[in-house]
């Protein structure tokens, strides 16, 4: 868990994985040489901004997987606006740097009319004013437990390092790291334009992390979504899930009505992408606090890469 624990402590909310993406070039670097099959690094800034792909023998599938985080945006004076869709409760710890100096302080939210939106009332207690625009963060307090790990941004830095651990056995695939997913996305349109172009992939998996909820425990596998706010063709869930089935990983299924992730933009590709949503379930979501089995991280790894040998 050492890796993830590190991941976990690398700002990077939406606008700003450049830190997070030299991180992994560097890891990609020191131990892809490693790997059962070393991988070509696709990093362009040009092309690609922060995002990164890796690529893997003669590829059939990608895995994709977001980089940023959610997170707040110093306004003026002493407001915040959110990043994403972050939970907040006053007194939760956050953390950034500006001009002066390192900064750790204390989020704030006053009630506001009900006529209004309730960031309005997003602040931060410090000792000083933070210069406007200034990303901050969840500070990490990274908690490891026998069956459980527990930290802020399990979303998505889990699913990164599913996909690292995901890379070590890897054959033949693309694992690409998008960039923006928690504030509307954008990336995955050239990253898929791109794969899809040079490699004639159109099938894909979500790498990312899901809700526990009345249907989905935690501790009873990885979860193979049938729908969120968007639906899969059924064929390729179907696909999915028998070859799930044979290898004998526990699993469970989701079906929900809300919440979308980089699909979204495959779904509304003019390239006929399958996809479908494969995740390990995590409670106390978008808070520091958020926290998931161990047994369903195992199952997650397990399932990857059963899929990616058989898709």
Sequence with gaps: MQLLRTLCQIPAPSGEEAALTRFLLDYVHAHGPGWRQPPLVVHDEARFQDCLLLVFGQPRTAVFAHLDSIGFTVR???GLVPIGGPECAAGYQLVGRD???EIACTLTVEEVAHDEDETEGLGY???RVIDPGTSLTFACDFRETDTTVQSCYLDNRLGVWAALRLAETLEHGI???SCGEEHGGGSVPYLARFIYDTYGV????????TWVTEGVRPGAGCVISLRDSLIPRRGYVERIRAIARAAGIAHQVEVEGVGSSDAQDLQRSDIAWDWCFVGAPEDHVHTPNEIVAKADITSMVALYQALLREL
């Design 99 to 101: 001009s002066q100096d």
């Design 76 to 78: 003026y004076g002493r």
């Design 202 to 209: 159109r099938q894909a998996l979500i790498c990312d992390i």
């Design 175 to 177: 694992i690409a790291f």
């Design 125 to 127: 207690e410090f000792s």
